[in-house]
């Protein structure tokens, strides 16, 4: 596993799954249609409501912007989903669809790991 990028968790569960980059609306009812069961997303912005479709049945979220008091840190802490806020990676891009792990560290501090 290879660590791309840490922030802020929301909870300190570990949370594995397949990546998803998430941009549009219409990515988010892909996934709905898809099913979005156990996959982690990634988002640039903290958007509790674009993801509303999908919150409750995702493994992880990552979001490149926001903080443990967004709002999306709070309702993923209710839905017992990790999120780590604030992550700067260069190129989510080449994330999509790789295996992702969220692990908690020391403090309110967390990492995203993919498989190699």
Do not use: W
């Not at 300190?12 to 941009?23: D, H, M, N, P, S």
């Not at 295996?99 to 020391?106: G, K």
């Amino acid at each position: 596993m290879k660590r791309v990028g840490s922030g802020l968790i929301s909870l300190k569960l570990i949370a594995e799954g397949e990546l998803r980059y998430i941009t549009s609306v219409q990515e988010v009812v892909n996934l709905l249609k898809e099913g979005p069961d156990g996959k982690i997303v990634l988002v640039d912005d903290a958007g509790t409501t674009f993801l509303a479709p999908v919150l409750s049945k995702l493994a992880g979220v990552v979001c490149r912007s926001g903080a443990l008091g967004s709002h999306l840190a709070i309702v993923t802490r209710e839905f017992e989903i990790p999120a780590l806020m604030g992550v700067k990676i260069e190129d989510p891009k080449t994330l999509h669809g790789k295996y992702a792990t969220i692990t908690p560290e020391e403090g309110a501090s967390g990492a995203l790991y993919i498989g190699e």
